[in-house]
């Protein structure tokens, strides 16, 4: 009996032994992915909003050179004219006319009185300041004349554009009668266009000229490059932003057209994680779990940066050599066991 009693206690001693020494299976864990901690960088940018506009530099106001009637209109607003298409017929003004009539008739004077007074000079009738002073007439009128002309005093005329060109806005229609100087139409080139934006004053600090920026339209997926070519240096009172302009390819947008632009204005430096690494506690406080010796550590961290899927966050304490959890990260308080899921889906322990 007491030989019994003794081999059962060594039985009992050793299975307890061994139940020490094996992991509880009935421990929870939980599937996870896991990525390594890298330090790294994206670049710091600032967000903006506005509508594409013609290039300044690239823009034109066709003006009446002299007071005239707007005869034929060939073009309407909005509309893509090429180089050298004709846009408008002008006509003559009446005193425009009379204008022209009076030049015509000064230049004649003046050259029979140059004339006539060069052969008094040959017979010694006149003297060489009065010679002077009617060959001086004489290239007052012609050149009186010749500006008249220019200015399409001398009869009908139609203009034509300059270059291809978006016409931006039309002032003149048939019959009107335009003054000495008044628009007639605007012409931009659609090859070069700038996005003008607004950005609050705090962080127009940061932009300057030369700055890129990926510009996209509203409604839009696909972005396109651009540079900024000027930042104000004061605020607009109608917005309360700084106004800046970006440069944008050619034939990618249309004038008016809504955008948003993402300005590069420096790199921020940190750790650079998936966006999914990042968890928001029930104080809004952000953070993320690494794994040491496949258990759960929650970090708290500060998000820096941003780009698309990824982020830069910093924390105290991060540990580059501890892997970062992916997926499976939302279920884990700290100490809680992990399985890393392999290729085939499944966990090993």
């Not at 509508?51 to 509309?79: D, H, I, N, W």
């Not at 940061?206 to 070519?229: D, F, H, K, P």
């Amino acid at each position: 009996m007491k030989k019994q009693w003794m081999f059962g206690a060594m039985a009992i001693a050793l299975w307890s032994s061994y139940a020490c020494a094996q992991p509880d299976a009935g421990e929870p864990s939980v599937l996870v992915t896991q990525v390594a901690l890298r330090q790294g960088s994206l670049p710091s940018t600032v967000q903006a909003y506005g509508f594409v506009q013609p290039s300044k530099a690239a823009s034109r106001t066709v003006m009446a050179t002299a007071s005239a009637m707007v005869q034929a209109v060939y073009v309407r607003e909005g509309e893509e004219i090429a180089a050298g298409a004709p846009m408008l017929r002008l006509a003559p003004a009446p005193q425009t006319a009379a204008a022209f009539a009076q030049a015509q008739s000064a230049l004649r004077v003046a050259r029979q009185l140059a004339a006539r007074t060069q052969q008094m000079f040959a017979q010694h009738l006149a003297t060489a300041q009065q010679l002077a002073d009617a060959q001086k007439s004489e290239a007052d009128a012609t050149a009186n004349l010749a500006a008249l002309k220019a200015q399409g005093a001398g009869g009908a005329q139609v203009l034509r554009a300059p270059f291809r060109a978006v016409v931006m806005h039309l002032s003149a229609s048939p019959g009107m009668l335009a003054a000495e100087g008044a628009s007639l139409l605007e012409l931009a080139s659609p090859e070069k266009t700038i996005l003008k934006v607004g950005v609050a004053p705090a962080q127009a600090m940061l932009v300057s000229a030369g700055n890129t920026a990926r510009v996209t339209a509203v409604g839009e997926a696909q972005s396109w490059s651009g540079t900024v070519v000027q930042r104000g240096s004061m605020i607009d009172p109608s917005t309360g932003l700084v106004p800046v302009e970006i440069a944008l390819p050619p034939g990618r947008f249309l004038p008016g057209e809504a955008a948003g632009a993402a300005i590069t204005v420096g790199e921020t430096q940190g750790y650079v994680v998936p966006h999914a690494a990042i968890l928001v506690d029930d104080h809004g406080e952000p953070y993320v779990v690494q794994s040491k010796n496949m258990k759960a550590r929650k970090v708290k961290v500060n998000v820096v940066g941003m780009q698309a899927d990824k982020d830069v966050i910093r924390g105290s304490g991060l540990n580059p050599g501890e892997p970062l959890v992916l997926s499976g990260n939302y279920q884990l308080d700290d100490g809680m066991r992990m399985r890393v899921a392999t290729q085939d889906g499944k966990g090993e322990q």
